[in-house]
Each structure stands twice: as C-alpha cells, then as structure tokens.
C-alpha cells in the first residue's frame, strides 16, 4: 500500500472549510490503497478557532495525525503580526521536514487554502525525492478584487502583498507538481491562459463531497443555543457559511423576488422567515452583519435573521435538515462552486437557488429538482419572485430534492476520483 503525507494546517476539531476534503477522504483511503499520515496546526495555534470534536467521530481514530504548535496568536498580536503562516510557517516546514526523514511517503498531498504551505512541496521533492499533489480549493493567484473594486479581507495592503507572493511563488509550485485537482473547471483554465506550458493531463477537476453519516450525526445533534425557532408556525429558509459581497447580486435578486412575491401572496409570505447563520469569518468580537444592511434596503429587516458569528459545523448541518427550506445562493464570481452545495441536496429538504449561470453547482442543482435560478445576464426580480410561488400552494406537495442525484458526489466516489488521480500522478 502506498502512503500519502496529507498537509492540512486546518484540522479536526477546528471547523473550517478548507480540511473537509481531508476529513471526508480519510474513511475512505485505505480501501483505494492509499495509506494516509495527516501533518495539521495544533488547535491552539489557530486564532479564535470554531471548534467541533463531533468531526473527530468522522474518520478512523487510527489514522495518525500530527500536530504542530506555532507562535500563539496573542503573543504574535503583541509583536505587532498576526497571519497564521508567518506565525506556524516555519514550525510547520520542520515538522514536515522531520516527518520526512523518518518515515517514507510515495506522494505529499497539499490541501488547505493556507497557500504559502504549497512552498514546502518543491523543498521537500528537492531534498527528500517526494512527489507533492495540490488541491485548488480557491484560487491562489486571484483578481477578482482587483477586477470588481471590492475590498478584499484584511484590506487593500494584506491583500496586494498576498497577492504579490502569489504571482512570485504559484508558477514554479504548479510546474514541478506531480498532479492536482481543482473544485472548479474556471481554476484549470485560468491556468492554461496563464501557463502556456500547464499540462491539463495530469490536472481533474473534483468537487466537494458530502457523507452520509455526517447527516445522520446531524440530524441527532442539538445546538446548545439553537438559533432557528423550528416549530413555531413559520416557515424557515436558511442559509449557512460566509457571506461576502460577491453574494450581494444574489441576494438582491432573493430580496426582491420575494418583495414581489409578498405584494401577490401577503398570507404566504407573512409566515416566512430568513435566517443566514455563520456568515463572517472574523472573530465575534469583529464579526458585523453583511446580508441585513441589504435585506433593510428591501424593508425586511423584520423576517431576515443574520448570525454572523461562525457556528460548528454540525450545528450549521443540523439547521439544514431541520429547515423548511434550505437557501443555496451563490458568488457573482463564475469559477466559484459552493463546497457546501452537495450536503444542501442530500439533506433532501427543498432547497431554492440562486447562482451564478456558469457555476458548476447550478446545473446539479436543477438536476436534484431544487427551485433555483441562474443569474449573471439582466436576471429580474419577477422571475426570482416565480420561484417562491410553490410556497403559495399546498406545502405538501413542494418537491424535496433528489439525492440519488448526487450519488455520484458522494465522499466515497470524491475519493476513489482523488485516489485514481494520485495514483496516475505516480505513473510513469
């Protein structure tokens, strides 16, 4: 069996997006050869992190995951810097380093958003002979600040420094990597306009997956503070994860659909209630509402409900299987595919749409009989209104989706895709 380093600097207990790869995977591992090592930050080093341990009963507890403690944030904050690389960077590559002199790995697979790990895959194939693999979760070089005039998380200077070592450091990186995978097919082909010489061969494209057993533990878990009053005669759409202003041509187009839908269905409408729970990925203390200001615009601050604070990820899970609708809304940036697209279809409750006409999730979602909408080509609030209309008629008869539709998207599949990638990474 071959044995793979897996570099997740966000790990289990921590909630955060970019280790539900990893986590979904390690189940599932094994079975397609692969034997798996997890190299990931010590909680501790993560600063305010949303912790889970429910995600600890997820993957095999035999699977070894070792831990590396950075400069603790307050101290670094003290110094003057904060940036969790600049904090763990340097502990991280020795640990790596280590690792990799006592034990052999066929291949390094890289996948975090934390981009400035991907440096340690040249070093370690310069000085251990390891093949390192990507996963493209978010773009690493990206303009879409730049392009749109949004001002980017940590503000104009983090972002343009960031930005900076990008440009420098991704073309060598995506040139000496044995092989990657991208969540969006819009990544792989900004690669082939930037890089004359990126060979598509050894490159998939690989969404996100969702398990079923993360439903099951779901829909047996109770947040300690629940946030969504189910049961209390209204009807409750929700939304969970960030929400930035690439969101905000999408939640107009919701806002103002059901404004419309309101002034034809009052009753109807008078029951329903929105909830966007988790949509800041600042600490509480910093985290500020995006979705009200807008909802306010439309005259509905009385049934939009935001929580900006990030809540754990069963908790979020749990007010999926729960709501009467789940909201899928998505960025105004067409590369973008929700990761949490699939988990929305297979709690199999109705779930309305809005997303961008290019963007992968949509089609699946039409296909999983979701009430949903592209946008992205002089879209209007009238059709948006069309799809709140099922909510005016017998809601017993409003279709659920269809996860037979995503059999293929589960972590079972997503991982026999990666292993069969990792495995032609290594041919010859």
């Not at 070093?123 to 690493?140: E, S």
């Not at 946030?227 to 994860?241: I, Q, W």
């Not at 609708?325 to 297979?346: E, F, H």
């Not at 199999?348 to 979602?365: C, D, F, K, M, V």
Request: contains cysteine; hydrophobic residues 45%; aromatic residues 10%.
């Amino acid at each position: 069996m071959r044995r793979v380093l897996i570099i997740s600097p966000h790990f289990a207990p921590v909630n955060a997006p970019d280790l539900q790869r990893v986590r979904l995977a390690l189940p599932h591992l094994r079975g397609q050869g692969w034997d798996p090592v997890v190299l990931a930050l010590h909680p501790d080093t993560i600063e305010r992190p949303v912790l889970d341990p429910l995600l600890a009963d997820t993957y095999p507890d035999d699977i070894p995951v070792h831990r590396v403690r950075g400069l603790p944030p307050r101290l670094a904050r003290a110094l003057g810097f904060g940036g969790l690389w600049l904090r763990a960077g340097r502990a991280f590559r020795r640990a790596g380093d280590a690792l990799l002199a006592r034990e052999k790995f066929d291949l390094v697979f890289f996948s975090t958003t934390q981009f400035d790990a991907f440096n340690l895959g040249p070093r370690w194939r310069k000085t251990r002979g390891v093949p390192y693999f990507l996963d493209y979760q978010d773009p690493w070089v990206n303009d879409y600040y730049a392009r749109t005039g949004i001002t980017p998380p940590g503000g104009r200077l983090r972002y343009a420094l960031s930005h900076r070592r990008a440009l420098r450091s991704e073309p060598a990186v995506l040139r000496g990597a044995a092989g990657l995978v991208s969540v969006s097919p819009g990544y792989l082909e900004d690669f082939a306009r930037r890089y004359p010489w990126f060979d598509r061969s050894r490159a998939s494209v690989l969404p996100f997956g969702s398990s079923a057993l993360d439903l099951e533990i779901a829909a047996r878990h109770t947040p300690r503070s629940p946030l969504v009053p189910f049961g209390d005669g209204c009807l409750h759409f929700v939304y969970t994860g960030r929400a930035g202003p690439d969101l905000a041509p999408a939640l107009r187009l919701l806002f103002g659909g059901f404004t419309r839908f309101a002034r034809d269905q009052p009753v109807a409408a008078a029951r329903i209630r929105f909830h966007f729970i988790g949509t800041s990925y600042a600490p509480p203390a910093l985290a500020t509402a995006s979705v009200l200001p807008l909802a306010r615009e439309f005259g509905l601050a009385e049934q939009v409900h935001e929580h900006p604070v990030r809540v754990g990820y069963f908790d979020a899970l749990h007010y999926l299987t729960k709501a009467d609708s789940i909201l899928a809304l998505g960025s105004d940036d067409p590369a973008y595919n929700p990761s949490k697209i699939v988990p929305c279809l297979l709690a199999a409750r109705p779930l309305l749409g809005i997303l961008h006409q290019q963007s992968p999730a949509l089609a699946l979602t039409r296909s999983a009989g979701a009430s949903c909408m592209g946008f992205g080509s002089g879209e209007t609030e009238t059709a948006a209104a069309a799809l709140f209309a099922p909510w005016a008629g017998d809601l017993a008869h409003i279709d659920r989706t269809r996860p037979a539709v995503v059999a293929e998207h589960t972590s079972a599949e997503m991982t026999r895709r990666l292993a069969a990638a990792f495995d032609l990474s290594l041919a010859p």
